[in-house]
């Protein structure tokens, strides 16, 4: 089941404020994006996010699982507590790159 486009909104609303936020489709999924840097990736309406030191005692509650086959494990995010997830993805954002853009041949 993938992810819908009602889900994808609600995950964005719950983190407004926080920066600029956008999100793009990938895969049949979304990847969210706050001041360009991608802190969330939607799969099959289960917001998840990288496992990183900054974030580990924040989320040391949290549940785990992998978005799709071949990716590492990330932690879920309680995408229902706006104030909770704001606060995860605030650090997330400090220590996430924007990407590089690949240069077409």
């Known amino acids: 089941m993938a992810t819908t486009n009602e889900y994808i ?3 964005c609303e719950q983190i407004k404020g926080v920066g600029e936020i956008r999100y ?3 895969f049949g999924e979304f990847m969210v994006y706050v001041n ?5 990736i939607v799969c099959d309406n289960v917001p998840f996010v990288k496992k990183l030191e900054n974030i580990k ?9 992998y978005p799709y086959n071949g990716a590492k494990e990330h932690y879920v995010l309680d ?3 706006s104030d909770f997830c704001k606060s995860v993805v605030i650090e997330l954002e400090k ?3 924007i990407p590089k853009s690949k240069k077409k041949k």
């Not at 360009?36 to 969330?40: A, G, Q, T, Y």
Request: glycine fraction near 4%; charged fraction near 30%.
């Open 95 to 97: 220590v996430t790159s």
């Open 9 to 11: 909104e609600y995950v």
């Open 24 to 26: 793009k489709k990938m």
């Open 57 to 65: 005692d924040l989320m040391q509650n949290a549940e785990t699982g």
């Open 36 to 40: 360009d840097k991608p802190v969330i």
């Open 79 to 81: 995408i229902d507590n």
